[in-house]
């Protein structure tokens, strides 16, 4: 009953920029959590941006001071805007959240979105 999709993702040269959009939707009460990992071919996923009800933000080190996460909380969405792209960002992007939904009885889940592909040519 909650769905994420993420959108935005594409092909960029290096030094281009992209905005990921990621949508949560269902009978959501809370989100707790929402953020962004990515995962490239041959390697594990890691975790790239969060961002928790507090407003506190954490950032991989590899995109500090190149990516910024904000999130909507009427709309339910997070975004990720990525600038100076460099070709080693290159990976599937995944929205990940952990809500707090209405089924019943209020129950707590941790979501992923199918993922959306970052492209950077050098």
């Known amino acids: 009953q909650v769905q994420l999709v993420e959108s935005g993702g594409g092909l960029v040269q290096a030094g281009g920029s992209l905005r990921l959009s990621c949508a949560a939707s269902?009978?959501?009460?809370?989100?707790?959590?929402m953020g962004w990992y990515r995962q490239a071919p041959g390697k594990q996923r890691e975790l790239v941006a969060t961002f928790s009800t507090g407003g506190s933000a954490t950032y991989a080190d590899s995109v500090k001071g190149r990516f910024t996460i904000s999130r909507d909380n009427a709309k339910k969405s997070a975004y990720l805007q990525m600038n100076s792209l460099k070709p080693e960002d290159t990976a599937v992007y995944y929205c990940?959240?952990?809500?707090?939904?209405?089924?019943?009885?209020?129950?707590?889940?941790?979501?992923w979105g199918q993922g959306t592909q970052v492209t950077v040519s050098s």
């Open positions: 269902g009978s959501i009460v809370s989100i707790n959590r």
């Open positions: 990940n959240a952990a809500v707090r939904y209405y089924n019943g009885r209020i129950v707590t889940g941790d979501y």
